[in-house]
């Protein structure tokens, strides 16, 4: 499941977004592969449960019948327990009024829980990822390349929480590291945050370019803001779709957002949006497959015309 550095920085900041956290800091060293740190102000991880956060792996590998539940819940309680298989894991801890505390894996062994210091919320680090399976380490790409996979998950997911603060670093070499990318927390409703989150990961001109969309069918409501076509890009770096909060790349949605703009658009250019989709969970499996984040919809129709006439609507009220 953890296929390289930015599947873990992903998994890690979903973990601190789940702990409520509102600033979460990510370092990484070479590309995350020597080192990859999440620190989030979150509520922290009590003493007594910081063994079973990461306990969970061993059990579903000595009991065959846990396997049946990692298919039932989907991945759930999977993402810790994997990362300290695969590299040096450390999890220092601090619950508001309690003393902070951590616990150390190295190759899928577990350290006792020691006193730590820490103010609340929880780091968690990893080093030497794949360090005890060379085959695996040998399938990633250059630490640069490695590096932009990390900054555009961090983008994206950045994208998607304008509320919380964002900090990323590159500490290759050692040190506290340089700033990639900064988001501080926007104020205001979902769309005033979002405006600010999008002058922050895609710049002043974009956002003062953008229109807010917001349309439904069926169920399905589609939200954020889209780029007038007057200005647009010549790659696709500038597409954040998301599906229930999630950041997805899903060749429904790209293609939906593509014919939006056939006709006002030439043909080697990319409308710039940040779009979400949110609608019951029954409506979507966002499971297909977890790692290339794509999605399926019941009604792929549905989601499609939606986007379409949603985005069309939009352009043709700001004259276009
Ligand atoms: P899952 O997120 O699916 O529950 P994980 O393996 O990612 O599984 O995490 C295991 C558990 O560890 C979580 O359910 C949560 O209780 C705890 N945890 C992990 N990261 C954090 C964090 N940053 N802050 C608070 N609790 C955390
Ligand atoms: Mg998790």
Do not use: W
């Not at 070479?30 to 740190?37: V, Y």
């Not at 040190?175 to 990961?201: C, K, N, Q, Y």
């Not at 409501?221 to 954040?240: E, I, K």
């Not at 949006?273 to 792929?300: G, M, Q, T, W, Y």
Request: proline share 5%; hydrophobic share 45%.
């Amino acid at each position: 499941m953890v296929e390289r550095p930015a599947s873990a920085v992903k998994e890690l900041v979903e973990n601190a977004l789940d702990a409520g956290a509102s600033r979460i800091e990510v370092t990484v060293a070479d590309g995350g592969k020597t080192l990859i740190r999440v620190r989030d102000d979150g509520c922290g991880i009590p003493a007594d449960a910081l063994p079973l956060a990461l306990a969970r792996h061993a059990t579903s590998k000595i009991d065959g019948s846990d396997l049946l539940n990692i298919h039932t819940f989907g991945f759930r309680g999977e993402a810790l327990p994997s990362l300290g298989a695969v590299g040096r894991l450390r999890i220092t801890s601090r619950v508001a009024g309690e003393a902070a505390t951590e616990i150390a894996v190295n190759g899928g062994r577990m350290e006792p829980v020691r006193p730590a210091a820490l103010s609340p919320g929880t780091q968690v680090e990893l080093r030497d990822l794949f360090y005890a399976t060379p085959a695996r380490l040998k399938f990633l790409r250059t630490d640069r390349a490695e590096a932009q996979a990390v900054t555009d998950i961090v983008k994206r997911l950045a994208m998607a929480e304008p509320h919380v603060g964002f900090t990323l670093r590159d500490a290759t070499g050692g040190g506290e590291g340089r700033v990639v990318f900064r988001a501080d927390p926007e104020s205001g409703d979902m769309f005033d945050a979002l405006h600010g989150r999008l002058a922050t990961v895609l710049g002043r001109e974009f956002a003062d370019n953008a229109i807010p969309v917001d349309a439904e069918r069926e169920g399905l409501r589609m939200t954020g803001y889209a780029a007038l076509p007057t200005y647009s890009r010549g790659a696709a770096v500038a597409q954040f779709l998301f599906v229930n909060g999630r950041p997805v790349r899903d060749k429904l949605l790209t293609g939906a957002l593509r014919a939006a703009y056939m006709d006002v658009l030439s043909r080697d250019r990319h409308p710039a949006a940040a779009i979400f989709v949110s609608c019951d969970p029954v409506l979507v499996d966002v499971n297909v497959h977890p790692a290339k984040s794509e999605v399926r919809f019941r009604d792929p129709g549905t989601a499609r015309g939606l986007v379409v006439t949603g985005l069309r609507h939009a352009l043709a009220g700001a004259g276009h």
